[in-house]
């Protein structure tokens, strides 16, 4: 018997999150359930977290969680707690299956069958944003070695577990070299370690075009964050509908399963909402604890009321479709084809023992790390890069010098162009004359000569060589 967290969330997700649970009890699954509420009210009764800190204590000592659609109030700074949640409890994998139900649910990729996998914990969603000037604001995107590599990792893992055979990799290194490019590198590592799995690697705007033409071209994709959610998205909605998707977040200790629309709160108390996207999380968690035959069974009794027509309205098409049925209908449906199989449709069989152990990340020894510069972030309205320039080359000494300013990333001195419109956010990058031993002292008079002469310095970037090799970006047209 497995302990379980469960919540029934907003909108839609307690009537979905009783037709699981129902479906789960009437197949046999072992599990004991501990209730806890999240969401809305918990956010407008002044919890700016949406959960109390018993409820995470219920999560973290279950460590199985079963999450409904949840609703963040808009404004007032909340914050999504299905990311708090992630990151908080290192669920760095999003694991999302796109499976067409052909022809029984519309769709124009009949012969689809992908796995997302999406590094869940970094990338823009770190949430870290400045507004530095009246006219910019910036994200960070983070992107970390252990991140990569875990997540990287996992896909081969996964394809290797359920027999797949091959895994594509998506970044958008070739504007991204550092970033996205520390992710590509890193996949071309370890894919050197499942010789047995082919691998090819995608920029992602040309990969997301070929995914939503031909996605039967794909099996396992490995991306980072923010791609992985709007191809997670777009993958089940071409694959049928996204209410038909569930998705599991695996971390080394805990894991979260849900579905991955949100709440629909117009479509709460209605008895019309589909719940196959949480029972499909709910397979995964089942699998996840070991449970796999009770898993199988749910997901072939799941197909066999698919193909004899038994649909919720959002998947309903007349002529296809024998009956639209109701959430509790739907799932009262799937409980009376418990140990039936589907005819058309291919059965699942899940290896029993599915469960697989991911290694621990292991830090590699420190390179040797050389200061090469810094970029100086400044605000300014003017619109003529020279006599910015003319200003910040005051700062110059004998052992730093000003050598670019960029805005927005494309270079406008030396050199630039009239045509180039700039904002009031000036990058400008001082390196050291040739010989020079870069050092922080160096930073710090060159922000007190700054201010000084009133240049509005909003931030300064390090620029840093490791073992010998600049790590970081040029500026675009240098």
């Known amino acids: 018997m497995t302990r379980i967290t469960v919540a029934k969330g907003d909108g839609i997700g307690p009537e979905i999150m009783d037709a699981t649970l129902a479906i789960l009890k009437a197949a046999g699954a072992r599990i004991e359930v501990d209730e806890i509420e999240v969401g809305e009210k918990v956010y407008l009764s002044g919890n700016s977290s949406g959960i109390a800190r018993e409820s995470w204590d219920i999560i973290r000592r279950n460590k199985v969680f079963l999450k409904a659609p ?16 992630r990151k908080f409890l290192g669920l760095y994998s999003n694991v999302r299956p796109c499976q067409s139900l052909h022809p029984f649910v519309q769709t124009k990729h009949p012969k689809m069958d992908i796995v997302i996998v999406r590094e869940n914990e970094e990338d823009l969603y770190a949430g870290i944003e400045h507004q530095q000037t009246d006219e910019v604001v910036q994200c960070l995107k983070l992107i970390s070695r252990p991140g990569c590599e875990k997540i990287v990792r996992y896909a081969f893992e996964y ?9 594509t990799c998506f970044t958008k290194d070739n504007i991204m070299k ?15 370690e499942y010789p047995e799995i082919e691998n090819e690697h995608w920029i992602i ?6 995914l939503a033409d031909t996605p039967e071209t794909f099996d396992v994709i490995v991306t980072l964050n923010l791609y992985g959610d709007v191809l997670s998205d777009v993958a089940a909605q071409i694959a049928g509908s996204v209410g038909l998707a569930g998705s599991a977040n695996i971390g080394e200790e805990c894991a979260m399963f849900e579905a991955i629309h949100g709440s629909a709160p117009r479509r709460a108390g209605q008895n019309v909402a589909n719940p196959s996207g949480l ?5 995964m968690m089942l699998i996840h604890i070991g449970q796999t035959e009770v898993a199988e069974n749910i997901q072939n009794a799941w197909l066999r009321t698919i193909e004899e027509g038994v649909h919720t309205y959002d998947i309903y098409t007349e002529g296809v479709s024998k009956q639209k049925a109701g959430t509790r209908e739907f ?3 799937v409980i009376a084809r418990l140990g039936q199989k589907p005819q058309l449709l291919k059965p699942v069989a ?3 023992g599915s469960v697989f152990q991911m290694p621990k990340y292991v830090r590699r020894p420190s390179a040797i790390k050389e200061l090469a510069g810094v970029d100086l972030f400044v605000h300014w309205g003017g619109t003529n890069p020279d006599e910015l320039a003319a200003r910040l080359e005051s700062l110059n000494t004998q052992e730093v010098k000003l050598s670019m300013i960029t805005n927005r990333g494309i270079k406008v001195w030396p050199e630039g162009f009239a045509e180039t419109f700039c904002t009031d956010h000036w990058r400008c990058r001082f390196k050291p004359v040739d010989g020079v031993a870069m050092n922080k002292q160096h930073i710090i008079q060159l922000l007190s000569k700054a201010e000084s002469v009133g240049v509005d310095a909003v931030k300064t970037e390090n620029l840093y060589a490791f073992d010998g090799k600049p790590a970081y970006s040029l500026g675009q047209g240098q």
Not at 70 to 85: A, D, E
């Open 331 to 333: 799932a009262e449906a």
């Open 205 to 210: 705007d040309i990969g997301a075009a070929k």
């Open 279 to 283: 029972l499909q999380g709910a397979i």
């Open 178 to 192: 550092q970033t996205d490019g520390l992710f590509h590198q890193v996949f071309d590592e370890i894919a050197r």
């Open 70 to 85: 949840i609703t963040t109030p808009q404004g007032g700074g909340y914050k999504s707690l299905n990311v708090t949640t």
């Open 350 to 352: 899940y290896a029993r």
């Open 159 to 167: 394809a290797r577990q359920y027999g797949r055979k091959k895994v």
